[in-house]
């Protein structure tokens, strides 16, 4: 009996730190994505300081942001 409560705690805790491991996983692409959205943002601001038109830093900004973002402007969404 205690042998098998001690291997259903060993089980659970073993679940438990996957788990934690698969959520650090996740969070650091989260993390990954959000710089790599602000980063398009930055530099579509830049872009406009430039003195470029409003088209051509939106062109640029949706090409840094394909498949990053949700949105035709790159917004701070994206797919989970």
């Known amino acids: 009996m205690k042998k098998a409560l001690l291997a259903l705690i060993l089980l659970a805790q073993a679940a438990t ?31 406009r300081e430039s003195g470029k038109g409003e088209d051509v830093c939106n062109k640029e900004l949706q090409a840094a942001c394909k498949g990053l973002a949700i949105g035709k402007f790159c917004g701070m969404k994206h797919e989970h």
């Not at 934690?20 to 601001?45: G, L, P, V």
Request: with cysteine; hydrophobic share 45%; aromatic share 4%.
């Open 17 to 47: 730190f996957s788990i934690a491991a698969e959520s650090d996983k996740e969070t650091k692409e989260d993390i990954a994505k959000h710089r790599a959205m602000a980063a398009a943002h930055t530099a579509a601001a830049q872009c």
